[in-house]
């Protein structure tokens, strides 16, 4: 084969990886963008709830089962928005049902008492059996198991 005809099928064959390359990412860059929006407005959405309490009515959550676990449509709707941002992550980035690492946010949060006994209600707020909702699990049920700061082991 001729040295030009080599060079000139090789530049076609980069030219098309580079082409399915460059469709490839921008078909990534579209799925994160349409992430980024929906999660703006889930986490908006699940802002009105704090506003207006009757809607968890929709989500099967009476007064009473709030009153029932210690919290208020406030406290559960900043723990929906925050774990429903959260899961995005989690989802895409570190999808494992291993706990969350020790000391961090995430885990801090499973561990408090107030969101343990939410989680039942939180549960509601999302669909499947997914290793974030493992990973939560998880936590809480280590959390639960490891003395409280001020206890002796």
Request: glycine letters at 4%; one cysteine or more; proline letters at 7%.
């Amino acid at each position: 084969m001729e040295p030009e005809v080599l060079v000139a099928v090789l530049a076609l064959v980069v030219s098309v990886i580079t082409f399915v390359w460059t469709l490839r990412s921008h078909s990534i860059q579209a799925k994160h963008a349409t992430l980024q929006a929906n999660m703006a407005v889930l986490v908006e959405v699940w802002g009105a709830l704090a506003k207006n309490p009757s809607l968890l009515r929709f989500h099967g959550i009476s007064p009473a089962e709030l009153q029932e676990v210690g919290v208020d449509a406030e406290e559960l709707a900043y723990l929906v928005a925050s774990f429903e941002a959260a899961s995005v992550y989690y989802r895409y980035f570190e999808n494992t049902p291993n706990p969350f690492p020790e000391g961090s946010l995430r885990q801090r949060m499973c561990a408090s008492e107030a969101t343990q006994r939410a989680w039942p209600l939180l549960q509601r707020f999302f669909a499947g059996d997914t290793n974030y909702l493992s990973k939560i699990q998880a936590t809480i049920d280590r959390s639960k198991s490891l003395p409280l700061p001020n206890e002796e082991p």
